[in-house]
């Protein structure tokens, strides 16, 4: 729960950039919630039905092709099964091809990169782009940091299913 809080207040730090975080009282090192917005106050979040979240899915195919899909996520979507985070900053470079450890979601705190599956398709990413990186046999991917990049690495239990996750399916047994 803890964890929670604090990542939600990394996010709303990232997205309103260190611009509006500075007229928000961040920069005198207060963490900004988001309770400090000015929007409308409520007693629970309201969710944005007529926007889906979307998910940058890296896989690979049984004959070692990799590919890049975008999910979108049903309102229904549970909660993710997680079970580690790790927090990395890099500097600009180019990673030739390479696999994903594990299972795992990234999202970008700050900069941006692109990423190359061996389909030939490219995508850039930016802060708070969701990415699970499923990729872990095959050709694998090529990540180019575009400038400073700071991510957080989540893993995803065993046997995650990001396809009926993002449907809305609960998970079997």
């Known amino acids: ?54 998910v940058f899915h890296v896989y690979a195919t049984p004959d070692g092709e990799s590919h ?3 999910l ?35 999202i970008n705190l700050t900069g941006n990169l692109q990423v190359e599956v061996s389909d030939g398709s490219k995508r850039k990413i930016g802060p708070g782009d969701l990415v699970f990186l499923e990729d872990t046999h095959g050709k694998g991917h090529i990540t180019r940091l575009l400038g400073p990049v700071t991510a957080l690495f989540i893993k995803a239990a065993d046997g995650f299913d990001i396809r009926a996750w993002a449907k809305g399916e609960k998970p079997a047994g």
């Open 1 to 54: 729960m803890v964890y929670s809080a604090m990542l939600a207040a990394v996010l709303v730090l990232a997205a309103n950039g260190p611009s509006q975080a500075a007229t928000t009282g961040a920069s005198m090192g207060r963490i900004m919630m988001a309770a400090d917005t000015s929007a409308a106050s409520v007693t629970a979040p309201v969710a944005n039905t007529s926007v889906q979240p979307k």
């Open 72 to 106: 979108s996520v049903a309102p229904t979507a549970g909660t993710l099964p997680l079970t580690g985070l790790r927090a990395v900053s890099y500097n600009p470079n180019k990673v030739d091809w390479h696999h994903a450890p594990q299972p795992q979601f990234a």
């Open 68 to 70: 890049l899909e975008v």
